[in-house]
């Protein structure tokens, strides 16, 4: 009798020291996701006096994959459509309309402000939100057609993508980041008519004389492939 009430106080034992291991074990980060983004974007270049002037659609798929809690990079492909008007004067109506369809493909690397994962009750530090900042680069194609017209052309270019942006995990594979990005073209060519350039004079503190397109976005995020699980015997921070 004394030999069985013995095994038990050693099962109850094992189990509680062992539990909580096994549960730190089992519950590895995930290292990548995947996500679709969808908002508005707006053009600021030589014939836009202001951003969101003419706000239209914008949206996108991307890949991250996160090296620690503060660090990630990302790989993206986007799409957005910029328009505006050519601000010339026939009687009392603006003559004619521009629009410019852009797909961009970029890669960016990530800061998060907060160490960011899900909820850890052996570490405290870890946040399910964050703020975060990125930079990178990238290379747009765009497609410039007047309306109306049948005029239209081609056109690639590099830019340097970079913005602010803020995570949130509600749950432990899913998530949602909102995100305002700026790409600056390596060109000033995006209304792809010469008479558009430097409009309102603003190639004197635009020093590189690119054009600038933005996004502010809204998007849902899948976590898969969980981290390896730390060697027991190592040292793991």
């Known amino acids: 009798m004394r030999n069985g009430r013995l095994?038990?106080?050693?099962?109850?034992?094992?189990?509680?020291?062992?539990?909580?291991?096994?549960?730190?074990?089992?519950?590895?980060?995930?290292?990548?996701?995947?996500?679709?983004?969808?908002?508005?974007?707006y053009y600021a270049g030589d014939a836009a006096p202001h951003i969101f002037m003419h706000p239209r659609e914008a949206y996108g798929i991307h890949f991250r994959y996160k090296f620690t809690k503060r660090w990630a990079i990302q790989a993206k492909v986007s799409g957005q459509r910029?328009?505006?008007?050519?601000?010339?004067?026939?009687?009392?109506?603006?003559?004619?309309t521009w629009q410019t369809q852009m797909v961009n493909a970029d890669v960016m690397a990530e800061f998060n402000f907060?160490?960011?994962?899900?909820?850890?009750k052996y570490d405290k530090r870890i946040k399910p939100y964050t703020p975060y900042i990125f930079l990178?680069?990238?290379?747009g194609v765009y497609n410039g057609e007047?309306?109306?017209?049948?005029?239209?052309?081609?056109?690639?270019a590099p830019y340097i993508p970079l913005g602010?942006?803020?995570k949130w995990k509600f749950h432990e594979q899913c998530g949602l980041n909102i995100a305002w990005q700026h790409n600056i073209?390596?060109?000033?060519?995006?209304?792809?008519?010469?008479?558009?350039?430097?409009?309102?004079q603003m190639n004197g503190w635009n020093w590189m004389n690119c054009d600038v397109t933005g996004?502010?976005?809204?998007?849902?995020?899948?976590?898969f492939a969980r981290a390896k699980k730390p060697c027991r015997i190592c040292n793991t921070d």
């Open 7 to 41: 095994y038990i106080v050693l099962l109850a034992f094992c189990a509680l020291f062992l539990t909580p291991v096994q549960a730190q074990l089992g519950s590895q980060p995930y290292t990548c996701e995947i996500g679709l983004q969808a908002g508005c974007g």
């Open 82 to 96: 910029i328009m505006g008007n050519d601000f010339t004067m026939q009687g009392d109506k603006l003559s004619s």
């Open 114 to 120: 907060f160490r960011f994962g899900s909820a850890n």
């Open 136 to 139: 990178g680069i990238g290379t």
């Open 146 to 156: 007047w309306l109306g017209s049948a005029k239209s052309g081609t056109h690639a």
């Open 164 to 166: 602010v942006g803020f």
């Open 185 to 200: 073209y390596m060109t000033d060519n995006l209304e792809c008519r010469e008479t558009l350039d430097n409009k309102y």
């Open 215 to 223: 996004m502010l976005t809204v998007g849902v995020v899948f976590e």
